[in-house]
């Protein structure tokens, strides 16, 4: 177990809908990045939250965005969903920003239809 | 622009022979550099960064700036190598980014 839970693992949303996709880190991780990565990709960037603060952005719109919390969750809301956006969102956290080890979650699969 | 490349999707090798999976990067900078793996129905995992210079599981990755290649080898394929492999990138002064490549697909033939 190596303690980094994302929730759920499969989700299936019309596209204009909007979602939410939580991410439980271990305790005193107090960075949390969020990935996207398409079929046959590798993950790509979204953003990184350090101690509830937003601490860098990937090349994605502004209806994603995060929220991170004192108890070392986070989440990730997309907001009017294209079809685009299927794909497995990974999070990833480290104890802090220069932190190189990241421990990945197993990912939720979100498919757009 | 950054970007990292790896340009096989899928390299099959036997057994014993040696492995190289190459990684090209793109960066205007000085980068730190790691291989990630992701065995079948585990998680993605850290393998090695470059500042390390360590051996991981018989697996090496030298940098090398001239050519701005990353590529891990290992002399003796074994079966249990098989996996998705990811180069990846970080830059010092974005820490918080890290760019991924495609990923190649290392297959072992018995």
């Known amino acids: 177990e190596t303690g980094v839970t994302q929730s759920p693992t499969h989700l299936i949303k019309t596209r204009g809908q909007q979602v939410t996709l939580r991410c439980s880190s271990q305790?005193?991780?107090?960075?949390v990045s969020w990935y996207q990565q398409a079929l046959g990709q590798g993950p790509q960037f979204i953003f990184q939250?350090?101690?509830?603060?937003?601490?860098g952005r990937g090349n994605f719109p502004p209806r994603f965005s995060g929220l991170q919390f004192p108890n070392y969750s986070s989440e990730l809301n997309v907001n009017a969903l294209e079809l685009d956006d299927s794909a497995l969102y990974l999070c990833?956290?480290?104890?802090?920003?220069?932190?190189?080890?990241?421990?990945f979650g197993s990912g939720t699969r979100l498919t757009v239809v | 622009a950054q970007r990292v490349t790896q340009p096989e999707k899928l390299l099959s090798v036997f057994k014993g022979a040696p492995v190289e999976l190459k990684c090209n990067y793109s960066?205007?900078?000085?980068?730190?550099l790691f291989w990630y793996v992701q065995y079948s129905r585990q998680r993605l995992q850290l393998l090695l960064r470059h500042i390390s210079r360590e051996s991981i599981k018989g697996f090496t990755a030298d940098l090398n700036k001239g050519e701005t290649s990353f590529h891990l080898k290992k002399p003796f394929a074994q079966e249990e190598d098989s996996a998705m492999y990811y180069c990846?990138?970080?830059?010092?002064?974005?820490?918080?980014?890290?760019?991924f490549g495609s990923g190649t697909r290392l297959s072992i033939r018995p």
């Open positions: 990833a956290s480290s104890p802090d920003v220069q932190d190189y080890g990241y421990t």
């Open positions: 305790s005193g991780h107090n960075t």
């Open positions: 990846a990138l970080r830059g010092y002064s974005s820490a918080s980014k890290i760019i």
């Open positions: 939250y350090y101690r509830e603060e937003e601490n």
């Open positions: 960066y205007s900078g000085s980068p730190e």
